[in-house]
């Protein structure tokens, strides 16, 4: 069995300062810090990069400069997505790719070629065969996507392969 480990960093654009400070205090930081404290563990994580310009704002480097320990250990890997949320398949392909290119803009911007997502996060996991097309014309090799998204007249999930 092959286990991998996903997890799903987001606050809205609307989010409060409140918030942003709790959930940081509450869940990001602790993540973080085990992960530092642990130099085998490995995870993919998706973080829209508009939490990077909250944390900053809100002075929250120390996520930051801990995610980059992290990247260059090869200890994360961050997927790409859309910075502000969309649902992709809701928007034109025009909207989804400039999306994409902000939210990689400003994670270049952070860590700069250390931000080199393989994989593809559709915020929501909102995914069909659009969606699926521009993450790969963009130059990502991956997407997650639940098993739902699965064309069930094909047949049944083969969860032996990769799809």
Avoid at 59 to 80: A, M, P, S, V
């Amino acid at each position: 069995m092959y286990w991998s480990s996903f997890l799903h960093f987001y606050q809205p654009p609307t989010q409060k300062k409140y918030w942003i400070d709790r959930i940081t205090a509450e869940c990001y930081r602790r993540l973080v810090g085990v992960f530092l404290e642990n130099p085998s563990a490995r995870v993919t994580i998706n973080i829209n990069t508009l939490l990077f310009e909250f944390w900053e704002e809100y002075g929250h480097e120390d996520i930051i400069n801990g995610l980059h320990e992290l990247l260059e250990r090869g200890q994360i890997e961050l997927t790409g997505s859309a910075k502000y949320h969309p649902l992709l398949p809701k928007i034109s392909e025009e909207e989804m790719k400039r999306q994409i290119m902000l939210n990689e803009k400003t994670g270049k911007k952070y860590f700069g070629e250390l931000y080199s997502p393989r994989g593809f996060f559709p915020p929501e996991m909102a995914y069909n065969r659009k969606v699926a097309k521009t993450a790969a014309e963009m130059g990502y090799e991956w997407i997650i996507a639940e098993e739902y998204s699965f064309n069930q007249t094909l047949g049944e999930v083969d969860y032996s392969k990769i799809y």
